[in-house]
Protein backbone atom coordinates (compact mmCIF):
# COMPACT_ATOMS: atom_id res chain seq x y z
CA UNK A 1 0.00 0.00 0.00
CA UNK A 2 2.63 2.32 0.66
CA UNK A 3 4.50 1.80 -2.64
CA UNK A 4 1.46 2.48 -4.62
CA UNK A 5 0.82 5.67 -2.88
CA UNK A 6 4.27 6.34 -3.45
CA UNK A 7 3.91 5.62 -7.33
CA UNK A 8 0.73 6.97 -7.63
CA UNK A 9 1.28 10.64 -6.14
CA UNK A 10 4.91 10.77 -8.39
CA UNK A 11 3.57 11.92 -11.80
CA UNK A 12 1.23 14.59 -10.36
CA UNK A 13 3.94 15.42 -7.97
CA UNK A 14 5.83 16.01 -11.65
CA UNK A 15 3.76 18.23 -13.30
CA UNK A 16 1.53 20.02 -10.95
CA UNK A 17 4.81 22.37 -9.45
CA UNK A 18 6.10 22.87 -12.73
CA UNK A 19 2.64 22.87 -14.94
CA UNK A 20 2.87 26.86 -14.72
CA UNK A 21 6.50 27.15 -16.23
CA UNK A 22 5.79 24.28 -18.39
CA UNK A 23 2.77 25.93 -20.17
CA UNK A 24 4.41 29.30 -20.18
CA UNK A 25 7.57 27.88 -22.07
CA UNK A 26 5.17 26.20 -25.16
CA UNK A 27 2.81 29.68 -25.03
CA UNK A 28 -0.10 28.15 -23.16
CA UNK A 29 -0.12 29.85 -19.93
CA UNK A 30 -3.34 31.01 -20.78
CA UNK A 31 -4.94 27.74 -20.05
CA UNK A 32 -3.84 26.98 -16.86
CA UNK A 33 -6.91 28.50 -15.08
CA UNK A 34 -9.07 26.68 -17.20
CA UNK A 35 -6.78 23.49 -16.24
CA UNK A 36 -7.29 24.25 -12.36
CA UNK A 37 -11.03 24.20 -12.90
CA UNK A 38 -12.23 21.76 -15.56
CA UNK A 39 -10.08 18.86 -14.05
CA UNK A 40 -12.26 18.75 -10.59
CA UNK A 41 -14.74 19.69 -13.02
CA UNK A 42 -14.77 16.33 -14.74
CA UNK A 43 -14.19 14.77 -11.35
CA UNK A 44 -17.49 15.40 -10.55
CA UNK A 45 -18.76 13.23 -12.36
CA UNK A 46 -16.78 10.36 -11.53
CA UNK A 47 -16.18 10.43 -7.90
CA UNK A 48 -19.37 9.69 -6.67
CA UNK A 49 -19.89 6.94 -8.35
CA UNK A 50 -16.61 4.96 -8.81
CA UNK A 51 -17.13 5.38 -4.63
CA UNK A 52 -20.35 3.62 -4.73
CA UNK A 53 -19.10 1.17 -7.41
CA UNK A 54 -16.33 -0.10 -4.97
CA UNK A 55 -19.03 -0.17 -1.82
CA UNK A 56 -21.50 -2.10 -3.97
CA UNK A 57 -19.96 -4.40 -7.02
CA UNK A 58 -16.14 -4.32 -7.00
CA UNK A 59 -13.11 -4.37 -5.17
CA UNK A 60 -11.51 -1.39 -4.33
CA UNK A 61 -7.76 -2.26 -5.33
CA UNK A 62 -8.70 -4.13 -8.85
CA UNK A 63 -10.94 -1.16 -9.68
CA UNK A 64 -7.82 1.23 -8.80
CA UNK A 65 -5.89 -0.95 -11.11
CA UNK A 66 -7.97 -0.27 -14.06
CA UNK A 67 -8.42 2.95 -13.98
CA UNK A 68 -4.50 3.65 -13.24
CA UNK A 69 -4.28 2.29 -16.33
CA UNK A 70 -6.74 3.86 -18.47
CA UNK A 71 -5.88 7.00 -16.99
CA UNK A 72 -2.27 6.96 -17.81
CA UNK A 73 -2.70 7.09 -21.77
CA UNK A 74 -4.40 10.55 -21.57
CA UNK A 75 -1.78 12.10 -18.98
CA UNK A 76 1.08 11.28 -21.75
CA UNK A 77 -1.48 12.52 -24.71
CA UNK A 78 -2.11 15.76 -23.03
CA UNK A 79 1.88 16.78 -22.58
CA UNK A 80 2.79 15.58 -26.16
CA UNK A 81 -0.02 17.32 -27.70
CA UNK A 82 1.86 20.30 -26.21
CA UNK A 83 5.44 19.09 -27.79
CA UNK A 84 3.59 18.58 -31.37
CA UNK A 85 2.27 22.04 -31.13
CA UNK A 86 -1.41 21.33 -31.08
CA UNK A 87 -3.25 23.90 -29.72
CA UNK A 88 -3.46 23.70 -25.78
CA UNK A 89 -7.32 22.69 -26.34
CA UNK A 90 -5.91 19.07 -26.91
CA UNK A 91 -4.28 19.42 -23.88
CA UNK A 92 -7.11 20.69 -21.76
CA UNK A 93 -9.04 17.90 -23.51
CA UNK A 94 -7.11 14.86 -22.23
CA UNK A 95 -6.16 15.97 -18.77
CA UNK A 96 -10.69 16.26 -18.46
CA UNK A 97 -10.46 12.68 -19.90
CA UNK A 98 -7.38 11.88 -17.07
CA UNK A 99 -9.39 13.39 -14.44
CA UNK A 100 -12.43 11.65 -14.99
CA UNK A 101 -10.34 8.26 -14.42
CA UNK A 102 -7.76 9.53 -11.76
CA UNK A 103 -9.55 11.24 -9.45
CA UNK A 104 -11.25 8.54 -7.36
CA UNK A 105 -8.35 6.92 -7.17
CA UNK A 106 -7.33 8.90 -3.81
CA UNK A 107 -10.79 7.85 -2.17
CA UNK A 108 -10.16 4.16 -3.31
CA UNK A 109 -6.97 3.89 -1.98
CA UNK A 110 -8.06 5.23 1.25
CA UNK A 111 -10.62 3.19 1.75
CA UNK A 112 -7.89 0.13 1.07
CA UNK A 113 -5.83 1.76 3.78
CA UNK A 114 -8.49 1.97 6.65
CA UNK A 115 -10.31 -1.22 5.78
CA UNK A 116 -6.98 -3.20 5.81
CA UNK A 117 -4.55 -1.36 8.08
CA UNK A 118 -4.49 -2.52 11.76
CA UNK A 119 -5.02 0.74 14.63
CA UNK A 120 -5.83 3.31 11.32
CA UNK A 121 -5.15 6.33 13.90
CA UNK A 122 -1.16 5.44 14.12
CA UNK A 123 -0.82 3.29 11.27
CA UNK A 124 -2.56 5.45 8.20
CA UNK A 125 -0.03 8.48 8.17
CA UNK A 126 2.88 6.62 8.15
CA UNK A 127 1.00 4.47 5.13
CA UNK A 128 0.46 8.17 3.77
CA UNK A 129 4.05 9.15 4.05
CA UNK A 130 4.36 7.34 1.02
CA UNK A 131 2.21 9.46 -1.18
CA UNK A 132 4.10 12.34 0.03
CA UNK A 133 7.50 10.43 -0.73
CA UNK A 134 6.38 10.11 -4.36
CA UNK A 135 5.40 13.40 -4.61
CA UNK A 136 8.64 15.10 -3.56
CA UNK A 137 10.44 12.31 -5.50
CA UNK A 138 8.68 13.43 -8.14
CA UNK A 139 9.45 17.31 -7.83
CA UNK A 140 13.18 16.78 -7.24
CA UNK A 141 13.61 14.29 -10.11
CA UNK A 142 11.93 17.00 -12.69
CA UNK A 143 14.51 19.85 -11.49
CA UNK A 144 17.26 16.93 -11.47
CA UNK A 145 16.75 16.15 -15.13
CA UNK A 146 16.38 20.18 -16.19
CA UNK A 147 12.46 19.49 -16.94
CA UNK A 148 11.04 22.20 -15.25
CA UNK A 149 9.87 23.77 -18.72
CA UNK A 150 9.67 20.95 -20.67
CA UNK A 151 6.42 18.75 -21.30
CA UNK A 152 9.03 15.51 -21.48
CA UNK A 153 7.27 15.40 -18.10
CA UNK A 154 4.12 13.29 -19.43
CA UNK A 155 6.37 10.91 -20.92
CA UNK A 156 7.85 9.84 -17.33
CA UNK A 157 4.39 10.44 -15.81
CA UNK A 158 2.78 7.34 -17.78
CA UNK A 159 5.34 4.86 -17.28
CA UNK A 160 5.08 5.61 -13.62
CA UNK A 161 1.15 5.38 -13.62
CA UNK A 162 1.91 2.46 -15.23
CA UNK A 163 3.50 0.24 -13.17
CA UNK A 164 1.22 1.67 -10.06
CA UNK A 165 -1.59 0.39 -11.67
CA UNK A 166 -0.14 -3.14 -11.98
CA UNK A 167 0.80 -2.95 -8.61
CA UNK A 168 -3.01 -2.24 -7.48
CA UNK A 169 -3.78 -6.00 -8.91
CA UNK A 170 -1.42 -7.21 -5.43
CA UNK A 171 -3.65 -4.63 -2.63
CA UNK A 172 -5.09 -6.47 0.45
CA UNK A 173 -8.73 -6.99 -0.86
CA UNK A 174 -11.27 -4.70 0.07
CA UNK A 175 -14.09 -6.23 -1.11
CA UNK A 176 -17.66 -4.50 -1.40
CA UNK A 177 -19.99 -4.10 2.23
CA UNK A 178 -23.23 -2.69 0.87
CA UNK A 179 -25.00 -5.82 -1.15
CA UNK A 180 -28.24 -4.30 -0.35
CA UNK A 181 -28.70 -0.76 -1.72
CA UNK A 182 -30.20 -0.63 -5.48
CA UNK A 183 -32.11 2.05 -7.58
CA UNK A 184 -29.98 4.64 -9.65
CA UNK A 185 -29.46 7.02 -6.51
CA UNK A 186 -27.24 4.41 -4.65
CA UNK A 187 -25.19 3.64 -8.50
CA UNK A 188 -24.32 7.35 -8.67
CA UNK A 189 -23.43 7.60 -4.92
CA UNK A 190 -25.68 10.36 -4.24
CA UNK A 191 -26.01 8.56 -0.53
CA UNK A 192 -23.28 10.54 0.46
CA UNK A 193 -25.22 13.79 0.34
CA UNK A 194 -27.18 12.87 3.35
CA UNK A 195 -24.13 12.80 5.49
CA UNK A 196 -24.21 16.48 5.45
CA UNK A 197 -27.56 16.38 7.40
CA UNK A 198 -25.46 15.55 10.63
CA UNK A 199 -24.48 18.84 12.30
CA UNK A 200 -21.45 17.89 12.90
CA UNK A 201 -19.74 16.32 9.40
CA UNK A 202 -21.82 18.97 7.91
CA UNK A 203 -19.55 21.59 9.74
CA UNK A 204 -16.47 19.94 8.91
CA UNK A 205 -17.25 19.10 5.11
CA UNK A 206 -18.07 22.99 4.58
CA UNK A 207 -14.80 24.38 6.50
CA UNK A 208 -12.82 21.98 4.63
CA UNK A 209 -14.32 23.26 1.19
CA UNK A 210 -13.70 27.04 1.74
CA UNK A 211 -10.27 26.67 3.36
CA UNK A 212 -8.78 24.50 0.49
CA UNK A 213 -10.33 27.54 -2.14
CA UNK A 214 -7.48 29.63 -1.80
CA UNK A 215 -5.35 26.78 -1.55
CA UNK A 216 -5.36 26.57 -4.75
CA UNK A 217 -3.37 28.75 -5.66
CA UNK A 218 -0.03 27.33 -3.70
CA UNK A 219 0.39 24.95 -6.94
CA UNK A 220 -1.08 27.32 -9.36
CA UNK A 221 0.37 31.04 -8.48
CA UNK A 222 3.38 29.99 -5.65
CA UNK A 223 6.17 28.62 -8.33
CA UNK A 224 5.12 31.87 -10.94
CA UNK A 225 6.01 33.88 -7.82
CA UNK A 226 9.34 31.65 -6.85
CA UNK A 227 10.31 32.45 -10.36
CA UNK A 228 9.67 36.45 -9.98
CA UNK A 229 11.70 36.46 -6.80
CA UNK A 230 14.62 35.01 -8.53
CA UNK A 231 14.12 30.91 -7.92
CA UNK A 232 16.06 28.92 -10.41
CA UNK A 233 14.61 25.44 -9.26
CA UNK A 234 10.99 26.59 -8.24
CA UNK A 235 9.67 22.46 -8.83
CA UNK A 236 12.25 21.51 -5.97
CA UNK A 237 11.60 24.10 -4.06
CA UNK A 238 7.89 23.36 -4.39
CA UNK A 239 8.76 20.30 -2.78
CA UNK A 240 9.78 21.80 0.39
CA UNK A 241 6.00 21.36 1.52
CA UNK A 242 6.20 17.52 0.72
CA UNK A 243 9.14 17.34 2.78
CA UNK A 244 7.75 19.21 6.22
CA UNK A 245 5.04 16.72 5.11
CA UNK A 246 6.38 13.43 5.97
CA UNK A 247 7.51 15.82 9.70
CA UNK A 248 4.13 15.93 9.71
CA UNK A 249 2.68 12.46 9.17
CA UNK A 250 5.35 10.95 11.44
CA UNK A 251 4.35 13.61 14.29
CA UNK A 252 0.66 12.41 13.71
CA UNK A 253 1.03 9.03 14.13
CA UNK A 254 3.57 9.65 17.21
CA UNK A 255 0.69 11.58 19.11
CA UNK A 256 -2.65 9.84 17.62
CA UNK A 257 -4.96 9.06 20.42
CA UNK A 258 -3.90 11.77 22.94
CA UNK A 259 -5.41 14.60 21.21
CA UNK A 260 -9.09 14.31 19.40
CA UNK A 261 -8.27 14.67 15.57
CA UNK A 262 -11.21 17.48 15.61
CA UNK A 263 -8.00 19.38 17.01
CA UNK A 264 -5.91 18.59 14.46
CA UNK A 265 -7.73 20.37 11.88
CA UNK A 266 -8.21 23.33 14.05
CA UNK A 267 -4.36 23.62 14.14
CA UNK A 268 -3.92 23.06 10.03
CA UNK A 269 -6.63 25.79 9.50
CA UNK A 270 -4.94 27.82 11.57
CA UNK A 271 -1.44 27.31 9.75
CA UNK A 272 -2.87 27.80 6.43
CA UNK A 273 -3.89 31.27 7.51
CA UNK A 274 -0.38 31.72 8.67
CA UNK A 275 1.16 30.69 5.37
CA UNK A 276 -0.60 33.20 3.09
CA UNK A 277 0.58 35.40 5.56
CA UNK A 278 4.34 34.24 5.29
CA UNK A 279 3.88 34.74 1.61
CA UNK A 280 2.51 38.70 1.88
CA UNK A 281 5.72 39.02 4.35
CA UNK A 282 8.29 37.67 1.99
CA UNK A 283 6.66 39.32 -1.36
CA UNK A 284 6.72 42.37 0.76
CA UNK A 285 10.44 42.20 1.37
CA UNK A 286 11.66 40.26 -1.27
CA UNK A 287 12.89 37.31 0.03
CA UNK A 288 13.18 34.08 -0.84
CA UNK A 289 13.75 32.64 2.40
CA UNK A 290 10.46 33.92 3.68
CA UNK A 291 8.64 32.49 0.69
CA UNK A 292 10.14 29.10 1.08
CA UNK A 293 8.87 29.03 4.86
CA UNK A 294 5.44 29.65 3.77
CA UNK A 295 5.80 26.52 1.26
CA UNK A 296 7.16 24.62 3.63
CA UNK A 297 4.08 25.41 5.92
CA UNK A 298 2.33 23.03 2.91
CA UNK A 299 3.55 20.05 5.02
CA UNK A 300 1.61 20.18 8.08
CA UNK A 301 -1.05 22.12 6.68
CA UNK A 302 -2.10 19.33 4.13
CA UNK A 303 -1.46 16.43 7.00
CA UNK A 304 -3.49 18.28 9.72
CA UNK A 305 -6.30 18.98 7.57
CA UNK A 306 -6.26 16.12 4.96
CA UNK A 307 -5.20 13.63 6.55
CA UNK A 308 -6.60 13.77 10.23
CA UNK A 309 -9.80 14.86 8.09
CA UNK A 310 -10.00 11.37 6.44
CA UNK A 311 -9.80 9.64 10.10
CA UNK A 312 -12.24 12.24 11.57
CA UNK A 313 -14.38 11.03 8.63
CA UNK A 314 -13.64 7.59 8.79
CA UNK A 315 -14.79 7.20 12.74
CA UNK A 316 -18.48 8.94 11.85
CA UNK A 317 -19.95 7.32 9.14
CA UNK A 318 -21.43 3.66 8.57
CA UNK A 319 -19.57 0.76 7.58
CA UNK A 320 -21.68 0.51 3.97
CA UNK A 321 -20.92 4.05 2.65
CA UNK A 322 -17.57 4.54 3.39
CA UNK A 323 -16.45 4.75 0.41
CA UNK A 324 -18.84 7.37 -0.96
CA UNK A 325 -18.07 9.65 2.17
CA UNK A 326 -14.43 9.53 1.45
CA UNK A 327 -15.45 10.36 -2.27
CA UNK A 328 -17.87 12.97 -0.95
CA UNK A 329 -14.84 14.77 1.02
CA UNK A 330 -12.53 14.75 -2.55
CA UNK A 331 -15.42 16.06 -4.87
CA UNK A 332 -15.69 18.84 -1.83
CA UNK A 333 -12.18 19.88 -0.97
CA UNK A 334 -10.33 18.77 -3.77
CA UNK A 335 -13.06 19.40 -6.94
CA UNK A 336 -15.52 21.68 -6.11
CA UNK A 337 -12.72 24.29 -4.77
CA UNK A 338 -10.75 23.51 -7.62
CA UNK A 339 -13.08 25.17 -9.85
CA UNK A 340 -13.91 27.97 -7.84
CA UNK A 341 -10.21 28.60 -6.16
CA UNK A 342 -9.33 28.66 -9.80
CA UNK A 343 -11.37 31.37 -11.55
CA UNK A 344 -11.48 33.16 -7.67
CA UNK A 345 -7.15 32.83 -7.45
CA UNK A 346 -6.50 33.82 -10.99
CA UNK A 347 -9.20 37.28 -10.83
CA UNK A 348 -7.09 37.82 -7.83
CA UNK A 349 -3.78 37.22 -9.49
CA UNK A 350 -4.46 39.21 -12.96
CA UNK A 351 -6.08 42.06 -10.61
CA UNK A 352 -3.25 42.39 -7.79
CA UNK A 353 -0.74 41.15 -9.47
CA UNK A 354 -0.41 41.33 -13.30
CA UNK A 355 -2.21 44.83 -13.35
CA UNK A 356 -0.85 46.48 -9.79
CA UNK A 357 2.16 44.52 -9.33
CA UNK A 358 1.29 43.64 -5.72
CA UNK A 359 2.19 40.71 -4.52
CA UNK A 360 1.29 41.29 -0.93
CA UNK A 361 -2.54 42.39 -1.46
CA UNK A 362 -2.88 39.03 -3.13
CA UNK A 363 -1.60 36.50 -0.16
CA UNK A 364 -3.34 39.14 2.35
CA UNK A 365 -6.38 38.60 0.61
CA UNK A 366 -6.39 35.16 1.02
CA UNK A 367 -5.04 34.92 3.99
CA UNK A 368 -8.01 36.95 5.35
CA UNK A 369 -10.72 34.45 3.48
CA UNK A 370 -8.58 31.54 4.74
CA UNK A 371 -9.38 32.68 8.14
CA UNK A 372 -13.45 32.39 7.93
CA UNK A 373 -13.28 28.83 8.25
CA UNK A 374 -11.52 28.70 10.68
CA UNK A 375 -13.75 30.77 13.10
CA UNK A 376 -17.03 28.41 11.62
CA UNK A 377 -15.00 25.37 12.73
CA UNK A 378 -13.54 26.47 15.84
CA UNK A 379 -17.73 28.47 16.77
CA UNK A 380 -19.19 25.15 16.39
CA UNK A 381 -16.55 23.46 18.33
CA UNK A 382 -16.77 25.64 21.20
CA UNK A 383 -20.71 25.70 21.60
CA UNK A 384 -20.57 22.03 21.38
CA UNK A 385 -18.18 21.93 24.12
CA UNK A 386 -20.32 24.35 26.08
CA UNK A 387 -23.38 22.52 25.53
Not at 62 to 69: D, K, P, S
Amino acid sequence: MGVVMLLMFMPPGMWIPSLPNILEAYDARWVLPYFTALTPFMAVFSLLIFGSLSDRKIDAGRLLGILGLSGAVFVWLSFSSLAWGWHPGWFLFFQACNALLSSPMIPLITKVKLANLPNPEKSFPIYSMGGTLGWLCGSLLVSLLALDHSAEVGRLAMFIRIGMSFLCFTLPSTPPTDKQSRGWTAALGLRAFGLLRDPELRRFYVASTLLFIPGVAHFMITPTMLTAFGSEHPTAEMGLGQATELVAMLFLSAVAGRFRVRWFLVWGMSLAVLRYGLFALGAELGTLTILWCGVALHGPVYTFIAVAGRLYLDKRVPETIRGQAQALYSLLVFNVTGIVGAFLCEWLYRGAVIEASNWPVFWWVLSGFAALPLVYFLSGLIRKTSA
